[in-house]
């Protein structure tokens, strides 16, 4: 059994027994997980640092840099990613962020929180991944990264984020990179630019798009890596959800820009 007896006796529901006569014991005793072929998971972190003497009532008037890693492995040989990796079978995803970032960085001790997860089934070409999303923020000097484990090299970038106007027509689907996160957005299978596109047709006043270019900088390698997007603010029954479309990526890995998007942003509105 996956847990002891003790720690199945929380699970135990009102009834004591199932439609099959088992209990729960008996349940999970011959319970078979390989039966299913589920997703695997996995935990990245964005450590973000900052000047201290820049500090601000305005986080997002502050110059922000950004901790990434090289990789060495497919998929994306050579491409700059954030610090992650698998989580294990009896890991949490807090755990294992924090494990992959110390081997992968020699990073520790950087209080992150959690951001969002991940889950489109073509954001990897091994298999089906679904990622959790850490951030981080810490004053500059406080870390020292080297690369390690799977890392070929590790660096602090400067982050930038340019934002202009945008128009529906630039939502072509040929134009974008495939890895959309798409979870629940539309009919299975229809790629998330056309749902936008159609939103903002049927409903103006219900979404609000822009494009995004992200730079990360790294002056004393001379490395520029880029990131365009669009970002869409959509209000639907009350509540509002930020999404972000990848359009298109330099240097970096996979659908690792749209995910530094979304942790940047998260980390300017929630910096103190």
């Not at 007896?5 to 088992?22: I, L, P, Q």
């Not at 008996?26 to 990245?44: G, I, L, W």
């Not at 992150?112 to 679904?130: E, K, L, M």
């Not at 690369?147 to 945008?166: S, V």
């Amino acid at each position: 059994m996956y847990l002891s007896s003790e720690e199945n006796s929380r699970f135990t529901g009102d009834v004591e027994k199932n439609a099959d006569g088992k209990t729960l014991e008996e349940f999970v005793a011959e319970y078979d997980p390989s039966m299913y072929q589920n997703p695997s998971c996995t935990a990245d972190t964005a450590v973000f640092v900052y000047d201290e003497d820049e500090l601000s009532d305005n986080p997002k008037d502050m110059t922000w840099k950004l901790l990434l890693i090289k990789r060495t492995n497919h998929p994306c040989i050579g491409r700059w990613a954030l610090p992650g990796g698998f989580v294990e079978l009896g890991e949490d995803t807090a755990a294992a962020a924090a494990r992959e970032l110390m081997e992968e960085t020699g990073v520790e001790d950087v209080m992150p929180v959690q951001v969002r997860s991940f889950s489109n089934p073509g954001r990897d070409p091994r298999t089906h991944i679904v990622t959790t999303l850490y951030a981080a923020a810490v004053p500059e000097g406080s870390i020292r990264p080297k690369a390690g484990d799977d890392a070929g090299d590790a660096g602090i970038f400067e982050i930038k984020c340019k934002k202009t106007p945008f128009c529906e027509d630039e939502l072509r689907e040929e134009d974008f990179l495939g890895i959309f996160d798409t979870e629940d957005k539309t009919k299975k299978n229809s790629p998330y630019p056309e749902y936008l596109r159609s939103t903002i047709r049927k409903a103006p006043d219900s979404i609000e798009a822009e494009k995004v270019e992200l730079t990360l900088t790294e002056k004393e390698r001379g490395v520029v890596l880029k990131a365009a997007l669009v970002r869409a603010l959509e209000k639907k029954r009350g509540l509002k959800e930020v999404l972000y479309i990848l359009k298109d990526t330099d240097g970096l890995a996979m659908d690792h820009g749209c995910v530094i998007a979304y942790a940047f942003e998260f980390i300017k509105n929630t910096f103190f």
